[in-house]
Nanobody
Framework: VQLQASGGGLVQAGGSLRLSCVASVRSFDDYVLGWFRQASGKGREFVAAISWSGGSTRAADSVKGRFTISRDNAKNTVYLQMNSLKPEDTAVYYC????????????????WGQGTLVTVSS
């Protein structure tokens, strides 16, 4: 499984970005998909996850109401819509695929993308 994330960039506080992650895998809809982020000098933290069907999602408290995760199984793609961005959202964002239902733990995701940098200026 290979994951390719894109969509990062520089945005002002209050702005929006949409991240995408395309997976090269035959059975994309078998996997739970997640987004994590890692700010400079900090550990990788959970952002959001979505079930194989897209019917269930989970988000970190820090992004609830601002970020939305979605997926299009026909396109093997997961998205992270980020609104009302804050400087503290600045990080490298990683998409990941695993089999554990809506896990918030990195060790439950077997496959990882290369990351895309999001920078939010104040």
């Amino acid at each position: 499984v290979q994951l390719q994330a894109s969509g990062g960039g520089l945005v002002q506080a209050g702005g929006s970005l949409r991240l995408s992650c395309v997976a090269s895998v035959r059975s994309f809809d078998d996997y739970v998909l997640g987004w994590f982020r890692q700010a400079s000098g900090k550990g990788r933290e959970f952002v959001a996850a979505i079930s194989w069907s897209g019917g269930s999602t989970r988000a970190a408290d820090s992004v609830k109401g601002r970020f939305t995760i979605s997926r299009d199984n026909a396109k093997n793609t997961v998205y992270l819509q980020m609104n009302s961005l804050k400087p503290e959202d600045t990080a490298v964002y990683y998409c990941a695929a695993g089999l554990q239902h809506l896990s918030i733990y990195t060790y439950n995701y077997e496959y990882w993308g290369q990351g895309t940098l999001v920078t939010v200026s104040s």
